[in-house]
């Protein structure tokens, strides 16, 4: 299994446990419901040993550095929709593979050094949402697993929505397979990344020496 340490790049730049209220854009809205997602995505790590970040202490075979890996697949798979419009031909045995493959981390793949990747992905993701007509005229790739076998016209809006879907899925995963490791939750990590006092309702967390943080 891959070493544990800290992982290089930068820390995100904003943390929260949830996408406060506010009176945006419906893009804007769109996009601050999905990155506080991923906020809570990449927090699952922290404060884990690559032991930790491999375990799947869950009845299910994934762990949260599987689903980080998972997301950072999804972001760069919904980059290149967004930016060079969608892939409508039937699924190949190899994208499904590709596929399979995010969704398992292996003991020689290191959890630490998915943070710079997730940043990067993170990145060019959110720019690629934020360009992104919500009414504008998509359509959606054939879905042969829920017996859809052939493009279907779509809104942009449809897809963008799927993203929260998607990821509030994944955030959420990540924060049960973090409680059955260690007791802490995702969201007292993230009120601790973004400098939360302690208080009545809050003890900030401290990361153990030795652990995946950054």
Excluded at 116 to 133: G, K, V
Aim: proline share 8%; charged share 20%; glycine share 8%.
């Amino acid at each position: 299994m891959a070493s544990e340490g800290t992982a290089p790049g930068p820390a995100p730049t904003q943390e929260h446990t949830m996408y406060a209220p506010t009176q945006d854009t419906e893009i804007d809205g769109l996009v601050g419901y999905i990155d506080a997602q991923l906020d809570a995505l990449r927090a699952s790590i922290h404060g884990l040993t690559e032991e930790q970040a491999h375990a799947a202490p869950c009845r299910s075979a994934l762990s949260v550095g599987a689903l980080v890996k998972h997301a950072i697949y999804g972001m760069r798979e919904a980059t290149e929709r967004l930016t060079a419009g969608p892939r409508l031909d039937p699924l190949t045995p190899e994208a499904f593979a590709k596929h399979a493959d995010s969704t398992r981390l292996g003991d020689d793949e290191s959890a630490a050094a998915l943070l710079p990747a997730f940043d990067a992905a993170r990145a060019d993701y959110l720019a690629a949402l934020r360009s992104t007509d919500p009414a504008a005229a998509s359509q959606e790739a054939p879905a042969p697993w829920a017996g859809i076998t052939a493009p279907t016209p779509i809104l942009q809006r449809y897809y963008l929505v799927h993203q929260v879907e998607e990821l509030a899925r994944h955030a959420g995963h990540a924060d049960i397979i973090r409680e059955q490791i260690d007791g802490v939750t995702i969201p007292e990590i993230l009120m601790t990344l973004s400098g939360q006092e302690a208080n009545e309702f809050f003890t900030p967390y401290e990361a153990p020496a030795g652990t995946i943080t950054g």
